[in-house]
């Protein structure tokens, strides 16, 4: 059995890699605005998560009910956000029935519960 060389193979591979990249960026073009949107800000929403836990490792998290706060808050946001976008996306077929501006009623008042716990549990 003759075994591929690995300038051919990384070669190969580098080659599926830009397929893939340039496929996935094609289907996301066709991606309405209003869902970029969401997109971005559940990016948003994650990378204040991350530079927090970063924070926490590099400065310490001396009041540690502030930090669990903001890190949940920020990823509970970002969970929300999610649900927002299955919800008013209208490929999806189970929530064809629903409004999106009752999906956003639902985003915003979950929100509101979210930080209405948040700040409880800062104290």
Known sequence: MVKPSSSSSSSSTT????????????????????????????????????????????VGSFP?????????????TAVLAVCLRIQVNKENKEFKDLAP???????VLCNLVLHLVIMNFLG
């Open 64 to 76: 540690f009910n502030s930090f669990l706060s903001g890190v949940l808050s920020c990823i509970g």
């Open 15 to 58: 080659q599926d890699a830009l397929a893939l990249f340039n496929s996935l960026r094609s289907a996301y073009s066709a991606t309405p605005t209003s869902l970029k949107v969401i997109d971005l800000y559940v990016g948003f929403a994650v990378s204040t998560a991350i530079i927090q836990v970063v924070y926490m490792a590099l």
């Open 101 to 107: 501006e009752r999906a956003f009623a639902d985003f």
